[in-house]
């Protein structure tokens, strides 16, 4: 809540507060600190969610809700592998990642860590990745897989 008066005073007087809060502050250093951490704490998961939620905003047009929206229909899977994520970041598995069309900006579906990058890597062209499939069935002939037959003519 803003209070008008509070801060005209605080402003007035922003070096005498300023220097009393680090005195206080250095008195009380853990006191302060317990208080400060117990914050963090209780406004922790709203925190994280705001900041997810203002992420999605800024870099995808899109919102949390959104994101839950599009990982419900997946069934929280991968849309190319249909695996759940593995990855893990700070011993936490990570989300999906938005794939988006870097063109137009427009959100495709949710992918694993691995699709993602592998998309990337073969430069979402779509001639490379049939190669690709072409060269590892091509060379699967020994395992009798496909018995060697293109899946792709180029
Ligand atoms: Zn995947």
Redesign the pocket.
């Known amino acids: 809540m803003k209070n008008p008066i509070k801060d005209k005073y605080y402003k007035k007087n922003k070096k005498k507060l300023g220097i009393k809060s680090k005195a206080y502050y250095q008195k009380n250093k853990k006191k302060c600190k317990a208080m400060c951490r117990a914050h963090y704490l209780k406004n922790r998961e709203g925190n994280i969610k705001n900041y997810r939620n203002n992420y999605l905003k800024r870099t995808f047009n899109m919102s949390l809700g959104d994101y839950d929206k599009l990982l419900k229909n997946q069934n929280g ?7 759940p ?1 593995t990855q893990k970041i700070k011993n936490k598995i990570k989300s ?1 990642a938005i794939d988006h069309n870097e063109e137009t900006g427009v959100i495709r579906s949710l ?6 990058i ?1 998309l990337g890597m073969f430069r979402e062209n779509i001639d490379i990745l049939k190669n690709a499939i072409n060269y590892l069935i091509k060379h699967s002939i020994q395992k009798g897989e496909r018995n060697g037959k293109e899946l792709f003519n180029m």
């Open positions: 899977l991968c849309a190319i592998c249909g695996q994520e999906l992918l694993c860590m691995s699709c993602n592998g």
